[in-house]
Every structure is written in C-alpha cells, then in structure tokens.
C-alpha cells in the first residue's frame, strides 16, 4: 500500500487553481410585487359594409390545370369527378373509388 502524504502545516493544500474564484453568494434581492401591465379593451370591430350586386354573384371556382386538360379530351360529360393523380370518375361512381376527387363541371361539353 501507498503511504499517505499529510502536509504537517495544514490539512488543506491552497493551490491556485483549485480555488473558486468568486466564493461569495449574492444576497437574495427582496421580493418585490410584479406589475402587470394593464393591457387595454379590444375595440369592437365594425361591422362590415353590405356588398354590392355585383361583388355578391358566385364566380365558378377556377379549375385546376391537371383538370382543365382533362376535361378539355373528355367532352362527352357534363361532369366528372377527377383526383389530385389524374384519375376521372363519373357521376353514378360508388364514393369508395372517388374518395379523394372532386366534382367538375365540363366547361367544354357538347351534347351528342
């Protein structure tokens, strides 16, 4: 076994570096009350002006590009269901196969 060193003038070696460097505690600060700022009422909103004759017309909702050229070939129906992947599904198809399309109406349609 090793022998233990004792250092015979203090039980504590000071080494620089070993020392903390800042060994005081700052004092707690007094509690003080939290303001809270006082945040003030919501206006109320006016209320909206009656829309003209004009700007209540429904427009049609544009048709997507992908749906668009589809339609244009398909001009024997006056609607079809098509999906984001191009796929066309008539009118009297069950709702399972057309799950993700949606009804367009043939801009492009001719009676036979």
Do not use: C, W
């Amino acid at each position: 076994m090793a022998k233990k060193i004792t250092n015979t003038e203090s039980e504590a070696v000071e080494h620089p570096d070993l020392q903390p460097e800042n060994t005081e505690q700052p004092a707690p600060a007094p509690e003080q009350p939290q303001e809270i700022p006082e945040t003030p009422e919501p206006a109320p909103e006016p209320e909206p002006e009656p829309k003209k004759k004009a700007e209540t017309k429904e427009t049609t909702p544009a048709i997507p590009e992908y749906a668009d050229r589809i339609l244009k070939r398909l001009t024997s129906y006056p609607e079809l269901y098509i999906d984001p992947q191009g796929g066309t599904f008539t009118v009297d198809s069950p709702p399972a196969f057309r799950s993700t399309a949606t009804l367009h109406k043939n801009p492009y349609y001719k009676r036979p």
